[in-house]
């Protein structure tokens, strides 16, 4: 019995690190590809802007990796927080899984196991929940990813173009949009196949990206988390600016450059400050 258990959950822990591994694999595979083509170009490219584009390249492969490193090190749940009885306040809930009080916008997470201090959501693509301590790489990760994901697509866009010169035909329209039925009825050779289905994860990843970039900007300046934001709470929106700086720690206006700039978060992630209500709100509660 023992060892069914123990077999299933590393199958449980592998289906969860599963597309971890090709979220990695396919930014490496993206970054092989531009660099191929910058070789492919380097007769006909001076020395400096080559130079240019390959640091460039490094500098946003690094901090993409980086970010994904850092979020996955870091630990956003309970673990290791001290939450005493004598601090359970209102807003405190009960997890009957975690067997503990728990504090105002902590959640239970069945995928981690865990209770995730301000949890936002479960990121599937990294294999580890968005929390208080690890949003910020976060963050960092979609901010290099859109980046790099237009970086390559304008790259790409003299292919794109020269595809297109030769006609809106049936063949061009295919090799967009279907690259795998292409090389599977023998149209194109495997080059051409690698170059189209690269390309066709750029565009279709840059568009998602920016999707998931802008909800999370509107979450980090309103202060709150996907469920807040839905349900129209804003007793947690302090301004934008303080928003930030809980969110991405007193050096906030540093950690966009490398996630290994340290920038210590002023809250702990147990007790939050709320905004005060208007005046006229509480006279009027005041007078009923």
């Known amino acids: 019995m023992g060892t069914k258990l123990t077999s299933s959950s590393k199958h449980f822990k592998a289906s969860l690190h599963m597309p971890l591994c090709v979220t990695l694999g396919v930014i490496a595979f993206v970054a092989l590809e531009v660099f191929l083509l910058h070789v492919q170009e380097q007769e006909t490219v001076l020395d400096a802007f080559q130079a240019g584009h390959f640091f460039l390249m490094c500098f946003l492969l690094l901090n993409t990796f980086g970010n994904v490193v850092k979020f996955m090190r870091t630990n956003p749940s309970i673990k290791g927080v001290l939450l005493t009885d004598c601090s359970v306040g ?12 728990v504090p105002p916008r902590c959640k239970h997470c069945y995928n981690c196991n865990v209770c995730i ?23 960092g990760f979609l901010i290099y990813c859109w980046v790099g994901l237009l970086y390559v697509t304008v790259f790409n866009a003299e292919n794109f173009m020269g595809i297109l010169q030769e006609g809106l035909s049936i063949h061009s329209f295919l090799l967009l949009l279907m690259p795998w039925l292409m090389l599977v009825t023998g149209q ?64 906030w206006f540093l950690t966009w450059l490398s996630p290994w700039i340290s920038s210590p ?4 992630g147990v007790r939050f400050e709320t905004r005060s209500p208007p005046v006229q709100q509480l006279g009027k509660s005041s007078e009923l």
């Open 188 to 251: 194109i050779c495997i080059s051409t196949f690698v170059f189209a289905f690269v390309a066709d994860i750029c565009v279709v990843g840059l568009i998602f990206c920016s999707g998931f970039l802008a909800l999370h900007t509107a979450l980090l300046f309103r202060g709150a988390t996907c469920k807040e934001l839905y349900a129209g709470q804003r007793c947690y929106d302090l301004g934008w600016r303080r928003n930030v700086r809980e969110f991405l720690g007193t050096r």
């Open 90 to 101: 209102q807003g405190w809930e009960f997890c009957y899984s975690c067997e503990t009080h």
């Open 265 to 268: 978060l002023p809250g702990d």
């Open 117 to 139: 201090l301000r949890r936002d959501h479960h990121c599937v693509l990294l294999g580890q929940c968005q929390g208080h301590a690890n949003y910020r790489y976060l963050i």
